[in-house]
């Protein structure tokens, strides 16, 4: 007897049904899934769906579909076809969720300064986008402060520049400044570097000089 094969509209139905649990528009749910899905990149996948319910006429709802790489705000439009906001979640640098009468308000602040506002969010669904968002914004914070934490590691040893580019006090003692903090002297040089008072190259001749010394 021969395998019987999975039934695709069987999988598509257990699939919108992860979506459906606190009440969506199912209609809603399975358009913005279809569309969201054609620019999912390699390994990215739909996590949470939400559908604004506006309390008058709510013909076009938005729908934020939140990914494990992204946010989006699926926008359709009222003779076909639909508008998209997306950020990277490393994008994130603030959210907010403020709940009243007639539903919840969900504001996403960017680091490039954009904000993503959608209104009339049923309560239930935007707690759990703020949620999502929440731990988002703490797991990117700390990719940060770990990259932060990263680059001062690879700091260290003195450094002699040539030609007068950084000014000194004068009464510090030579023997001073050739024990300075490694850290703060790496720093100091990339300034510099950033500021074009130095090449690319002297940096970093500059500080393999210095990790050498390590």
Known sequence: M?????????QATSLLK??????????????ALARVEQLL???????????????MVNVTPECVVLTSKRFILYKPRLLGGANFEDYVW????????????????LTLHTTTGQVLAVEYL??????????????????????????????????????VLHGG??????????AAR???DPVQTLQKLKAMADADLITAAEYESKKAEILSRM
């Open 122 to 159: 049923p309560r239930a669904q935007a707690r759990r986008l703020y949620a999502v968002a929440q731990e988002m914004e703490e797991r990117v914070h700390e990719e940060r402060r770990h990259r932060e934490l990263e680059d001062r590691r690879a700091v260290a040893g003195g450094v």
């Open 90 to 105: 490393r994008e994130l640098k603030d959210a907010q969720l403020e709940e009243g009468f007639m539903g919840a308000t």
């Open 2 to 10: 021969a395998d019987e094969q999975p039934d695709p509209a069987s």
């Open 165 to 174: 580019a950084a000014p000194t006090a004068s009464h510090q003692p030579a």
């Open 41 to 55: 990149t390699s390994g990215e996948e739909v996590s949470y769906v939400a559908v604004q319910k506006k309390p």
């Open 18 to 31: 992860r979506f459906l649990n606190e009440e969506q528009d199912p209609v809603m749910v399975e358009q």
């Open 178 to 180: 050739t024990f300075d």
